[in-house]
């Protein structure tokens, strides 16, 4: 429950506890506390039971923590044996490293699918040279 609170945020509370209620009045506001929090699990326990109960025997097995996205999601890529296929066929690491070297070593990098696509990506990577001066546009200042 308080899994991401650490020592010193702790040892705060505490301290605010005792100079806020006091050290007379603070194992009452703590018997308070532990009790209200033991009524709300019952109580979130009993709803989830009823629940269940109500959902009937073929969600018997159904937690509410697949509710959330991101347990979902693991759970349908981890049991899923298309996705695991899938998954195990495509090699992330390898084509970003196939990718990397095609970049850095443009002359040592996987061949390319056709003669163009060779010129484009050499060529991408190259500063164009500068048009020859009886090449370029003149420019005129008074069509601006």
Not at 29 to 48: C, E, L, P, W, Y
Not at 72 to 82: G, V
Not at 87 to 106: G, H, I, M, Q, Y
Request: without cysteine; charged residues 30%.
């Amino acid at each position: 429950m308080f899994n991401d609170i650490g020592a010193l945020e702790l040892v705060t509370i505490v301290v605010l506890a005792i100079l806020v209620f006091g050290p007379d009045k603070l194992p009452k506001v703590i018997q308070d506390v532990t009790g209200f929090i033991r009524k709300v699990r019952a109580f979130s326990d009993s709803a989830k039971q009823d629940i269940r109960s109500e959902l009937g025997p073929e969600f018997k097995d159904f937690e509410f923590e697949d509710l959330n996205p991101k347990t979902f999601i693991r759970k349908q890529l981890t049991e899923n044996e298309d996705l695991r296929e899938i998954r195990t066929s495509f090699d992330l690491r390898k084509e970003l490293n196939d990718v990397t070297d095609a970049v850095n070593n443009p002359e040592t990098g996987p061949a390319p699918a056709s003669p163009s696509a060779a010129a484009t990506g050499a060529d991408l990577l190259k500063k164009p040279a500068a048009p020859a001066s009886e090449q370029r546009a003149r420019f005129d200042a008074d069509a601006t």
